[in-house]
């Protein structure tokens, strides 16, 4: 095994990797399991919005040409001929000086053209029949929303390529799309690798650690969007290396190893793409933690080598497992966002590549700021629980203050605050 790997610059790696993205095709999924998906199809209206004339408010409907010259001192009187409430229909047009009594959202009744809200007229009753005033002129459509004025029927209203949010879901739904074409998840099988390794419900024993990044690398897998099926550790053994992982390269549309991919005797991934014919797309990157992070191809097949280190880890999938995922599903920009943020607190220690420091974001008077989310180590976990942003700072020869401009590349976006302030 070569000791020397010639580092690329993190976009460069990148680009390497996003050249094999794959695309998800699409399928249809219920209404009720489109959170998050991504639309395969534009969504247009069926029909208008509203699909009838309706009243905004609970009132009167009227004609609006009998109120005509109505004013304080020329009081208007009408006949209150029916009630009817959202999802009922007048049993016949208004004629001449009647009204009918309407709750917000019913169809406003033939030859109506106006409501007057309850709080402008007066309401009373005389041999049984009921009658109000009203001491205004209304306009023609006065407190209408009209039929189409929100859409049409045909308009495109969320174009392919959106993701599917609460907002779209509504939208889905009145137009009656039980049904959506959305892109495929990804499903991404999970080997971690290393003899050291236990699993989650057993005792420490000496030597040997609990198996976290198969459970982190799950849970980023969900987060992107992709579906993770975690196929078990494996120990620092070639042969059980080589075959689970050559068993499983067709079964998934993307495999994630963790560990053994630097240059120690039990790093065995490298000698298991050569033998397996993979090739190799880089095994080195020019940033901090993740340098060894591997990424490699066999018949169209992605296979990632993460490094064992949890942080290095953690990065490595974020940067060139996020957006492939992000891509497959249909996001036309499928990488995570960067925002420009100040540096909250010194960080001295420079670096010759670029540093993705975990880390978390705050705000404070229109101005954003990003802080350190603990130890800065590759080999550290528990950074990561308090991470919502990946500061990146440049490499060079200084370190950063605090109050530099710096770049964010942001994780989520579920950071709350503990009260709700007064407007
Ligand atoms: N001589 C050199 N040594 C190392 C180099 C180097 O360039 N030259 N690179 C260092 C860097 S940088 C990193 S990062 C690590 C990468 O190591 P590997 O990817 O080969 O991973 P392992 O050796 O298998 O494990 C490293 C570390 O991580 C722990 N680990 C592994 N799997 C898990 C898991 N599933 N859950 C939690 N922790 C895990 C493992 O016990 C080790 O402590 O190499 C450096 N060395
Ligand atoms: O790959 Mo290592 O994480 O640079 O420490
Ligand atoms: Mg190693």
Redesign the pocket.
């Known amino acids: 095994m070569s ?1 020397h ?1 010639k580092p690329l610059l993190v976009f460069e790696a990148v680009h390497k990797v996003m050249a094999h993205r794959k695309n998800g095709r699409p399928e249809t999924v219920e209404l009720s399991e489109a959170d998050g998906r991504i639309l395969a199809e534009d969504l247009r209206a069926t029909h208008p919005v509203p699909p009838f004339d309706k009243s905004p408010y609970d009132g009167f409907a009227l004609r609006s040409e009998d109120t005509n010259g109505l004013s304080k001192e020329n009081v208007g009187t009408f006949r209150v001929i029916e009630t009817i409430g959202a999802g009922e229909q007048a049993s016949g047009p208004l004629q001449p000086g009647e009204a009918v009594r309407i709750m917000t959202g019913a169809e406003i009744p033939e030859k109506a053209d106006c409501v007057a809200m309850f709080e402008i007229t007066q309401s009373f009753e005389e041999n049984d029949q009921a009658y109000i005033t009203l001491k205004r002129t209304l306009e023609e459509d006065q407190n209408i929303i009209k039929e189409g004025s929100e859409n049409k029927e045909g308009d495109s209203l969320v174009a392919a390529g959106t993701r599917i949010n609460p907002g779209v879901k509504a939208l889905l739904a009145t137009f009656g799309y039980a049904e959506i074409q959305v892109y495929q998840r990804p499903a991404i099988g999970v080997f ?3 003899t ?2 236990l699993e989650v419900d057993e005792p420490l024993e000496p030597g040997k ?6 459970y ?1 690398i799950l849970s980023q897998i969900e987060r992107a969007g992709g579906q993770g099926f975690y196929l078990g ?1 494996l120990d ?1 053994d070639f042969d059980t290396c080589f075959d689970a992982v050559s068993r499983s390269l067709t079964d998934y549309d993307f495999l994630i190893t ?7 005797d ?2 065995l ?1 490298p000698d298991i793409y050569e033998k397996l014919g993979a090739e190799v797309l880089f095994n ?1 990157v020019g940033m ?5 992070t591997t990424v490699a191809e066999k018949d169209g097949q992605l296979l990632y ?6 942080s ?2 953690y990065v490595g999938f974020e940067l060139f497992v996020h957006p492939i995922i992000q891509n497959f599903m249909g996001n036309p920009e499928p990488h995570h966002r960067r925002i420009e943020a100040t540096l909250g607190e010194d960080f001295k220690k420079p670096n010759p590549f670029t540093r993705f420091v975990r880390g978390y974001l705050d705000f404070n008077k229109g101005q954003v700021f990003v802080y350190p989310a603990g130890i800065d180590k ?2 550290v ?1 528990s950074s990561l629980a308090h991470t919502n942003v990946l500061i990146v700072l440049k490499g060079g020869t200084r370190g950063y203050q605090k109050g530099d401009q710096v770049e964010a590349i942001l994780l989520d976006g579920f950071q709350g605050q503990d009260q709700f302030e007064k407007e």
């Open positions: 000791l790997r971690a690798t290393g050291e390794l650690i609990r198996n976290s990044n198969a982190m550790k620092d963790t560990g053994g991919v630097s240059v120690g039990y790093d991934m080195k901090r933690p993740g340098s060894v080598g993460l490094s064992g280190n949890p290095a880890c590759s080999a976990v």
